[in-house]
């Protein structure tokens, strides 16, 4: 993993490599990924990959309906989007020799864990995944892989540590490719968090973070959490499923562990966490589910307003009545960065357990009284 400041040749860099191999070994597959498709047509397609093909002198021949590329040795690299369902079984249908998650602040990690089953081809490269970033709070889950080298759903040791290793790169060792000013005139002069992050590439907390009260005095073990009176599960539907399983024990709210997976049916998926969890007392579920929601047992639609939801978390919060189990992986690892934009608007990104644990909280704050008098407890 590359991680570091804005602009310091990471994607450059990488996207040579990977072209550097797929060069090197006829008839191979290479894959560079990214949150959402659009981003990658516009970065990759359009920008780097011609870059990078013209210094190395390569005439590549693009299919724009399957959006890959040939090299003259017959090698292809394929770009992709996680957010196109399409797109996704056509591009996780192959095997590839390289695997490239680009920006991976943007991607969850059961996306990163399926992308990883595709690196399966065989040739004589040694198969590699590379990533990059700018990087996020020192909670992301490539923090843990990359930096702290631990699981980063499990958090034990990782059984192959040397199998990770990473390398910061910051604008100042691009300077020579930047424009004259953009280091001092753009980014030493950005506020203090942006700044650290952008220049320094340092981990830190996001700007315009959603749950600012939110501080690792909040985080419990599994047995600091008293009995339960009621169990409720919120749901986010998508390519990635997430769950959140949300206990009450009087005014107090406790996040006590989550689940999520990729590209998943719903009735695999309730079946999971069914098994994992059992005898909740509601799903509340992503009403834009439509019939997905069905497969889930005890499942029901959940109060979507977004701002009132976010709001009666931050009262949580701050009344010193919300908590999160160490076991919430997910939860933990999206509560830093859920962030607005400077337009105020919520950033729609790595944000499926934080939907659903709003799906949990808000619902049964809005009907839990009406329905605990005839819901099986
Ligand atoms: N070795 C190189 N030769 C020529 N130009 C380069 C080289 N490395 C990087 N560049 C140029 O520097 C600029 C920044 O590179 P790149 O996009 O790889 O940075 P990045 O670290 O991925 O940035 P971001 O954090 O914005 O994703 C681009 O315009 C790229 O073409
Ligand atoms: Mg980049």
Known sequence: MLYGGSRSGKTFLLTHALIVRAAKVPGTRHLIVRHRFAHVKSSIW????PDVL???????????SDWFMTLPNGSEIWVGGLDDKERVEKILGN????VYFNEVSQIGYDSITVGLTRLAEKSTLINRAYYDCNPPSPLHWAHKL???KVDPKGGEPLAKPELYAHMLMNPHDNAENL???YIENVLATLPERARRRFLLGEWVKAEGVIYEGFSD???VTREEIPPIERHVVGLDFG???AAVLVGFAGDNIYVIDDHGTYNATASAFNAEIWERWGNYDIVYCDPAGGERIQEIAYGDKANNSVDPGIDNINAAIDGGRFFVCEDAHGVLSEIYDYR???KERVVKENDHFMDAMRYGIFSEAQYGEVLAGYVEI
């Open 46 to 49: 359009y920008q780097t990959l």
């Open 54 to 64: 013209k210094i190395n002198g390569i005439k590549a021949t693009e299919n724009k």
């Open 95 to 98: 095997e590839y020799s390289t």
């Open 146 to 148: 990359f930096i702290e």
């Open 179 to 181: 424009p004259d000013d």
């Open 217 to 219: 005095s909040h985080i």
């Open 239 to 241: 390519l990635n499923t």
């Open 340 to 342: 607005r934009d400077d």
